[in-house]
């Protein structure tokens, strides 16, 4: 069976689910595998790891300026293109 059959048979297997009453929405061809409630987890999950990698790269940041100051580095050499050094 080539690609396009394919397809269009499941998108007749979606339609023919909706008529007999299958909780599955089809959004532009596309079927809704998430509920609204797990979207919402996955959302707030997404926001947390964002924040999470801020944290992570500001620690980061701090502990490299701080790492430099020790060694007798500036922090500013690193800002700066190799062709003004």
């Known amino acids: 069976m080539e690609w396009g059959d394919r ?6 297997a979606v339609a023919a689910d909706e008529r007999a009453g299958g909780g599955e929405e089809v959004l532009g ?3 809704k595998v998430m509920t ?8 707030k999950q997404i ?7 801020e944290q992570l790269v500001d620690m ?6 701080h790492q430099d100051t020790i060694a ?3 922090a500013q050499l690193r800002a700066k293109p190799i062709a003004t050094l």
Do not use: F, N, P
């Open 60 to 65: 980061h940041r701090t502990l490299t300026e």
């Open 72 to 74: 007798g580095r500036s």
């Open 47 to 53: 926001s947390i790891y964002a924040t999470i990698c």
């Open 36 to 43: 609204d409630e797990q979207m919402e987890v996955l959302r």
């Open 29 to 31: 061809g596309y079927v």
């Open 7 to 12: 397809a269009k048979a499941s998108a007749a």
